[in-house]
């Protein structure tokens, strides 16, 4: 079994900050492409921004230079700093992360975390 578990969403201000976790455990033998996704009221879900294990990233046109993802392999954790966030970045943010184990080789997501940016 393998478990992503997101943290640190919330209510925040614009203009402020917050910063998301999302760790992977279980049975993990490596942990390949990891990222975050959103998903607002109405809307498909859309990248917001993923990292390889390289540490190369990408980012949607709309965080870039306010988001920062990041990643701690020994820990299987990744990070999103969210810097200046705005009202249209409330949603709900998903974790995703490429493992590769005893069953093979496949995508796992979270459960989700809530992100909600007042004005």
């Known amino acids: 079994q393998v478990q992503l578990v997101e943290s640190g969403g919330g209510l925040v201000q614009a203009g402020g900050s917050l910063r998301l976790s999302c760790a992977a455990s279980?049975?993990?033998?490596?942990?390949?492409?990891m990222g975050w996704y959103r998903q607002a009221p109405g809307k498909q879900r859309e990248l917001v921004a993923r990292?390889?294990?390289?540490?190369?990233?990408n980012y949607a046109d709309a965080v870039k230079g306010r988001f920062t993802i990041s990643r701690d392999n020994a820990k299987n954790t990744v990070y999103l700093q969210m810097n200046s966030p705005k009202p249209e970045d409330t949603a709900v943010y998903y974790c995703?992360?490429?493992?590769?184990?005893?069953?093979?080789?496949?995508?796992?997501w979270g459960q989700g975390t809530q992100v909600t940016v007042s004005s």
């Open positions: 990292i390889t294990g390289g540490g190369n990233t």
């Open positions: 995703n992360a490429d493992i590769y184990n005893a069953l093979g080789y496949r995508a796992y």
């Open positions: 279980g049975n993990i033998f490596s942990v390949s492409l």
